[in-house]
């Protein structure tokens, strides 16, 4: 018996795995401002390409040898991107896009038709190479991509991070736009099969990779919030800050203390997993209780509550004054509660503008990871649009 075994039956070795390279929504913001340039120092095509890298987290490969009927529905009419994944040699596999993707899309082929006007449509590739091309069907390369995109990364003025330093434009890559993709599904709360998916991964494996870098995040969120800690009189916790934030992370990780609007420590409750309060969550007026600048909104709302149902309760004349004096918020409580806002508001005031913003977004992290432990259900938050002025 005789056989041929070509390349393509060979597997590919193994690769090393899809670390942390994703790039902060603000470097993303800064990169799409100057998209205009790269299509000038180079052409339409490479912009094309750039952008669809950003908007769908396609591999390199995978972008620069669309077909060009890449672009199909599925059976509501929402546009799909058909694409080869080459790692994994899997053809003609779908991705759900957006409608802007769909235009850049739409606008490509436009203009991919107009420069060979008479070849066979199916033979044609949406990214044609600019020369030695006569006939179409020769994709723009990856490396030449990646070359380009470097010479157009390192052409652009100082890309900054919101605190204001310098962002390392070596991290900037067309991988790192995989990344990217990722990490703004996981951010906004993607479960990681579904991610999975949208990755084309075969195990989830490769996914975890994504979930680590959310561990990774939370745990700097939590270091940043913990240094603005506050015990129930809205005393800065200073003591033994950095020794504190192990443990810290410990059990914001598992979740087992949080209680509505901080964390408790006292033990049967502990054990309980935060449900068996003997003091009916009066937190503020119990030792065990600490809070952090995090739980700003959850404070003020809380007290909002109180001020509206110590109203309601006044204007009850159905009740009998006992129930309405036991049932009523005290005023104990309601000034505690105004008290610790104050001083934690005061506390974020005198910090930098760099610094409250690090904080804001560091209270953001956690939050979004205290949705769940308080057994709210985790909402899908909305994915950061990086082009708003893109329409819809
Ligand atoms: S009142 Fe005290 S024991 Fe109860 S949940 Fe709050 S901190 Fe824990």
Not at 156 to 162: Q, V
Not at 169 to 187: C, G, M, N, V
């Amino acid at each position: 018996m005789t056989f041929i075994l070509t390349t393509a039956d060979v597997p590919k070795p193994p690769t090393a795995s899809e670390e942390a390279q994703d790039l902060p929504p603000e470097v993303m913001r800064q990169l799409c401002a100057h998209l205009d340039v790269l299509e000038a120092h180079t052409c339409r095509e490479m912009r094309v390409a750039v952008e669809l890298l950003m908007d769908t987290g396609r591999r390199p490969d995978e972008i620069c040898r669309l077909a060009y009927d890449c672009l199909t529905r599925d059976r509501q009419g929402k546009p799909v991107l058909a694409y080869d994944n080459f790692k994994e040699q899997r053809i003609r596999r779908e991705l759900p896009i957006h409608e802007p993707t769909a235009a850049l899309i739409r606008a490509q082929q436009e203009r991919v038709r107009g420069r060979y006007p008479d070849r066979d449509l199916r033979k044609l590739v949406l990214l044609p190479a600019v020369v030695m091309n006569p006939c179409g069907d020769k994709s723009i390369g990856s490396n030449h991509l990646s070359n380009m995109h470097r010479e157009w990364v390192e052409g652009l003025p100082e890309i900054r991070l919101d605190d204001g330093t310098v962002f390392d434009t070596e991290k900037i890559f067309p991988y790192a736009y995989r990344h990217s993709f990722a990490q703004r599904h996981a951010d906004a709360g993607v479960g990681i099969d579904v991610l999975a998916g949208l990755l084309d991964h075969d195990s989830f494996e490769s996914t975890r990779a994504y979930y680590k870098v959310k561990e990774v995040r939370l745990r700097q969120a939590v270091d940043k919030v913990t240094t603005l800690q506050f015990d129930r009189h809205g005393r800065r916790i200073w003591g033994a800050v950095t020794s504190l934030l192990a443990a810290e992370r410990t059990r914001k990780a598992i979740g087992t203390v949080v209680v509505p609007f901080g964390t408790c420590s006292e033990p049967s409750n502990v054990a309980a997993g935060g449900g068996h309060c003997p003091l009916r969550f009066r937190c503020v007026g119990c030792d065990h209780f600490s809070t952090d600048v995090s739980y700003l909104p959850e404070l003020r709302a809380y007290l909002d509550d109180l001020l509206r149902n110590r109203e309601r309760l006044r204007s009850m004349p159905e009740a009998d004054a006992w129930a309405v004096a036991e049932a009523a918020p005290s005023d104990e409580e309601i000034n505690r509660i105004r008290r610790l806002i104050r001083r934690i508001t005061e506390e974020v005031d005198k910090l930098t503008d760099a610094e409250r913003q690090q904080i804001q977004q560091a209270a953001a992290t956690v939050r979004k990871t205290l949705q769940g432990f308080l057994g709210i259900p985790r909402i899908h938050q909305p994915l950061p649009d990086l082009r708003p002025e893109r329409p819809a």
